[in-house]
């Protein structure tokens, strides 16, 4: 099975064959359709995320359900699923409290060996998926069957860049109609962010992005203003577009001590900030004390857009099919899975919102 492979830290991608190994009682086989390409993909080649190597890289992914294992229930062959970034024991407090993103069982589901290289090095998958390959094999924890015509590889966006940048909007923000948003970093999880607060019935959204691309698309995909980081300070800016007072929520979505300071003074006396980007291991993000007490602003981590995965993927699969989520336009590049390096590359040069590898 051909594979886009993670040696080691830094290194680069290793288009490999690896064997695959058995399928368990609780695992299904997916025939992997499409796979898009995320920043936190560059961020695990760095090391950000401490997989074991080799690991099959790549996390948003759709595809059919090719063989299911004795133990699994609610998946057939033939049924079309997108890979969860989080599993859902069902049985953890936070599944039983409605935070099934918060669940506690993610190590025993990830960390799982799924093949062996040539050379026979046991391979996992990262976070227990692995989607850049041609087949995954994936515990029946980490699928979600949608009903959907969709495109695999809008399918595929739901698994990661919709549902962490909408559901950031839509659900740890809690936007609400007539509210203000300003989106700091508008790569493609922005600009879900974006389109999350429109539907959830912002007046204002502001995009801030200083690559002009992602500030014109986000104006395609609701935002009412930009703003170039470039062009004079963020929080002045913002500001000066809110008569003053700041935004109802601030979304940041870099992961940089810089960014979340931005979005925090963004953010009005009272309003939310929300931080999605992923951050270096280590590092810590400090705020000004006096302002975080008197200004009251509530600062909060958004973990995969506190999605719930199985209601909340069918929903957004409904928004883009019925025309209220335009998850095409975010895909500007298309690539085979012997690409991924390129792809990366092409990521990191800042002229692509997404890239999905495809392998039909
Ligand atoms: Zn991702
Ligand atoms: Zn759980």
Avoid at 53 to 75: A, D, K, Q
Avoid at 249 to 265: K, M, N, P, S
Avoid at 312 to 330: N, P, T, V, Y
Wanted: glycine fraction near 12%.
């Amino acid at each position: 099975m051909l594979t886009a492979l993670m040696r080691g830290v830094d290194q680069p991608v290793s288009i490999e064959e690896v064997e695959p190994l058995p399928a368990g009682p609780t695992d299904l086989v997916v025939e992997i359709e499409a796979s898009g390409v995320c920043h936190s993909d560059i961020s695990a080649m760095r090391g950000y995320l401490g997989l074991a190597n080799p690991t099959i890289i790549g996390h948003e992914v759709s595809g059919t359900v090719l063989e299911v294992g004795t133990e699994v229930r609610g998946f057939t062959p033939g049924d079309r699923v997108i890979g969860s970034l989080v599993p859902q024991c069902g049985s953890c407090s936070w599944c039983l409290n409605g935070q099934t993103h918060l669940c506690a069982t993610t190590m025993s589901v990830r960390e799982r060996v799924r093949a062996r290289t040539s050379d026979g090095l046991p391979v996992t998958a990262m976070l227990g998926l692995g989607a850049f390959a041609e087949r995954m094999t994936i515990d029946q924890q980490l699928a979600v069957k949608v009903n959907s015509d969709l495109p695999s590889d809008q399918l595929a966006l739901i698994g990661c860049g919709i549902a962490t940048g909408a559901g950031a909007a839509m659900f740890t923000a809690g936007v609400r109609p007539g509210s203000s948003v300003a989106v700091v970093g508008c790569g493609g999880v922005g600009q879900a962010a974006v389109q999350g607060a429109r539907i959830a019935g912002a007046a204002q959204i502001i995009a801030v992005d200083p690559i002009s691309l992602k500030r014109e698309h986000a104006l395609r995909n609701g935002a009412t203003h930009v703003v170039d980081p470039a062009a004079g300070g963020t929080p002045e800016q913002v500001r000066a577009l809110t008569h003053g007072r700041g935004v109802d929520v601030a979304i940041e979505v870099v992961g940089i001590q810089a960014t979340v300071l931005d979005a925090y003074h963004s953010a009005r006396r009272g309003g939310t900030v929300a931080t999605v980007g992923i951050p270096a291991p280590d590092t810590t993000i400090s705020l000004p004390a006096t302002d975080f007490f008197r200004a009251e602003k509530r600062v909060v981590g958004s973990y995969y857009g506190s999605t719930q995965v199985r209601t909340d993927f069918q929903k957004f699969a409904d928004l883009i099919e019925a025309g209220r989520f335009d998850a095409e336009s975010m895909i500007t590049h298309h690539y085979r899975l012997p690409d991924v390096q390129q792809a990366f590359d092409d990521l990191e040069a800042g002229g692509v919102v997404r890239g999905v590898i495809r392998h039909d």
